[in-house]
Antibody, heavy 121, light 110 residues
Framework: QVQLQQSGPGLVKASQTLSLTCAISGDSVSSNSATWNWIRHSPSRGLEWLGRTYYRSKWYNDYAVSVKSRITINPDTSKNQFSLQLNSVTPEDTAVYYC???????????WGQGTLVTVSS | QSVLTQPPSVSAAPGQKVTISCSGSSSNIGNNYVSWYQQLPGTAPKLLIYDNNKRPSGIPDRFSGSKSGTSATLGITGLQTGDEADYYC???????????FGGGTKLTVL
């Protein structure tokens, strides 16, 4: 059974970098079938996919256009986890952030517990 | 403005049936599989339907999914008060190279 455990600060100052980590158990970040995603949820914007990392003989990333200039998602094979960095945050980045595993065909079966990140001005 | 369009809210009485629609285009729903998620307040979304009409283990058959052209539908029968939640459709968009979601539909069981 796959479990995802998120960690990282819940408060970030405007213009700084939001950093979260998602530790994986029950699967490998180097899986040749899964992808590893970050999604956020806010009352004003609903669910918003931010990006993903995955391994298919080499590492790939895809990012949402809305955050492409500010986001980095990295795998860490030594710790079997992946991370999110979002630079130059503003109060509009305040949301609950989730990591999630896509089992295939963009179906997000396993989710982390969520982290409320508040950006203070 | 979400890429996929859902009604903001639907409602029905306990025991009744409800459907939630999700409209997209050929770059997303028209050529990719659709998933549906249930989000209860304060919890992570839960996958209800994947590959248009398949249910993950543990999801009751009261939940069903279908797709036709560039639209998809989630059906819930035998409504229970515990079904009150926000429901989201999602799929891959081949033009955006991104996962896209609908704006969400709030289900009220009267």
């Amino acid at each position: 059974q796959v479990q995802l455990q998120q960690s990282g600060p819940g408060l970030v100052k405007a213009s700084q970098t939001l950093s979260l980590t998602c530790a994986i158990s029950g699967d490998s970040v180097s899986s040749n079938s899964a992808t590893w995603n970050w999604i956020r949820h806010s009352p004003s914007r609903g669910l918003e996919w931010l990006g993903r990392t995955y391994y298919r003989s080499k590492w790939y990333n895809d990012y949402a256009v809305s955050v492409k200039s500010r986001i980095t998602i990295n795998p860490d094979t030594s710790k079997n986890q992946f991370s999110l960095q979002l630079n130059s945050v503003t109060p509009e980045d305040t949301a609950v952030y989730y990591c999630a595993r896509d089992q295939g065909s963009s179906s997000l079966l396993n989710w982390g517990q969520g982290t409320l990140v508040t950006v203070s001005s | 403005q979400s890429v996929l369009t859902q009604p903001p809210s639907v409602s029905a009485a306990p025991g009744q049936k409800v459907t939630i629609s999700c409209s997209g285009s050929s770059s997303n729903i028209g050529n990719n599989y659709v998933s549906w998620y249930q989000q209860l307040p304060g919890t992570a979304p839960k996958l209800l339907i994947y590959d248009n009409n398949k249910r993950p283990s543990g999801i009751p058959d009261r939940f069903s999914g279908s797709k036709s052209g560039t639209s998809a539908t989630l059906g819930i029968t035998g409504l229970q008060t515990g079904d009150e939640a926000d429901y989201y459709c999602g799929t891959w968009d081949s033009s955006l190279n991104a996962v896209v979601f609908g704006g969400g539909t709030k289900l009220t069981v009267l």
